[in-house]
């Protein structure tokens, strides 16, 4: 049984351990209120088959805020990047991000920002650690005692131990996020960020009295998402773009193959994620529906004037549920805009360190054979899979190279977070034949979207 426990639904598949064979599938409005077991529950009993056992059940969670994640590093074009990108991936919302000289004011800010947990980060191995342990200095002298995640400079580890630990802090040291100018390893960071949130955030949120709902919680959703998404890039072989449109943000997710001739002055000194996500705050169909209007009369993106509206209502009124062809409309519209938006942030890199710091860790979607798109709105809307061709793929005016010849394919059965659930907890072959039978069925069926 694999669960998403949202901030607004809980959705529940069960999946045969044996085949792959998903069973069946239900949602039901998370129990934020008195105690998401609840929701858990009605949401698993509807999706279970008659007379079937569970034999394990697996949980990924966004509810409550998800984790909410502050960075610390030496300077906002490199370790400070490379710390961010790494949060992207183990699928936190990066809330604050300190770089440079940091003074009290910055820690004030930081912890104005209330994050879940801290990632320091900075030097590369072996490097100056004069600006870490200073950073470690000044957060050791603040007000927030949120666990602390270093994958920084190795040589400054000790030190860096020294000083959280003293002042209170429950640390995790890990592998350098930057090892080397030019080489990004996330993979330590993310795995330490994963446990950090099943050990303090999950229970820190209160979701639940019961102790049994922190033991089924294995990932972060979007943590669960990624994985889900690399074992299906694994699968074909293909570059793939996820765009995932939900209520409150929409992510993008890649996962491409690395450019062999990218060195020397080519090479991004952060490092390139060729296996990343990006979230966009501000790009949700309910919470900030505005936000997408905003964003899309700034990209010079066409906004009829009834869309405005509908925007504005969604947003004061974030549990609107759309019955009428025109509502529904009006949803389309609004994620079709979210998508193009969010891709090209995705594509043109992210600007660490404030608006007029450059553009940095852009990639080329050219290449990208898949498009897979989710959310509820495109998995209601029979016509999504043309809507969010023409988003990603037809939007050539935005500063990137879009897909050129990719498929377009809707995670119709939501398989993706529970594949990433399985494959990470023991049922590769059973994750694999998931979305062998959803995803990649629905492409042998249609293989292209002209």
């Not at 008659?50 to 969670?61: E, F, P, R």
């Not at 400054?156 to 030019?182: K, M, Y």
């Amino acid at each position: 049984m694999c669960v998403d426990v949202g901030s607004t639904y809980t959705k529940a598949a069960a999946v045969s351990a044996d085949t792959g064979t998903l069973l069946g599938s239900a949602s039901h409005p998370t129990t934020l209120d008195t105690d998401v077991m609840d929701g858990l529950k009605a949401a698993t009993e509807a999706a279970s088959p008659k007379g079937a056992g569970v034999v394990d059940t697996l949980v990924c969670s966004s509810a409550g805020g998800g984790l909410r994640l502050g960075v610390i590093g030496n300077e906002p074009l490199v370790t400070a990047r490379a710390a961010y990108r790494a949060g992207l991936s183990a699928g936190a919302r990066v809330v604050e991000v300190c770089a440079g000289d940091i003074g009290e004011a910055d820690m004030e800010r930081l912890a104005g920002a209330r994050p879940d947990v801290l990632l320091l980060a900075g030097g590369t191995d072996g490097g100056d650690e004069t600006a870490l342990l200073a950073h470690a200095e000044a957060l050791a002298a603040a007000r927030l005692r949120a666990p602390v995640v270093f994958a920084g400079n190795a040589a400054a580890a000790v030190d860096v131990r020294r000083l959280l630990t003293s002042a209170g802090f429950e640390l995790t040291c890990v592998d350098n996020v930057l090892p080397r100018i030019g080489s990004l390893d996330p993979v330590p960071a993310r795995t330490a960020l994963r446990e950090v949130f099943l050990r303090h955030v999950i229970a820190g949120k209160h979701l639940s009295a019961q102790a049994g709902f922190t033991d089924m919680v294995k990932a972060a959703t979007p943590d669960a998402v990624l994985t889900g998404i690399e074992l299906l890039a694994d699968m074909t072989g293909e570059d793939l773009l996820a765009v995932d449109v939900g209520g409150a943000t929409t992510d993008v997710y890649s996962v491409l193959t690395p450019d062999a001739e990218m060195s020397g002055p080519r090479a991004e000194v952060a490092g390139t994620a060729w296996r990343s996500r990006t979230v966009e705050g501000d790009l949700g169909v309910r919470h900030t529906a505005t936000g997408i209007v905003e964003a899309a009369e700034a990209a010079d993106l066409d906004v009829p004037t009834t869309l405005r509206d509908a925007a504005r209502h969604r947003t004061e009124h974030p549990g609107f549920r759309a019955e009428t062809e025109a509502e529904r409309t009006a949803d389309a519209e609004l994620s079709a805009l979210a998508a193009t938006v969010a891709v090209g942030r995705h594509a043109r890199g992210e600007r660490i360190g404030g608006p007029t710091e450059p553009l940095r860790g852009g990639k080329d979607l050219a290449a990208v054979k898949l498009v897979i798109g989710s959310g509820g709105v495109l998995r209601r809307d029979p016509e999504s899979p043309q809507w969010l061709r023409e988003a990603v793929c037809g939007h050539t005016a935005g500063g990137f190279r879009p897909p050129t010849a990719a498929r377009i394919v809707i995670d119709a059965a939501y398989a993706l977070a529970p594949a990433g659930l399985m494959a990470a907890n023991g049922h590769r072959t059973a994750a694999e034949a998931l979305l062998r039978e959803t995803l990649l069925s629905s492409l042998m069926r249609f293989p292209f979207i002209d």
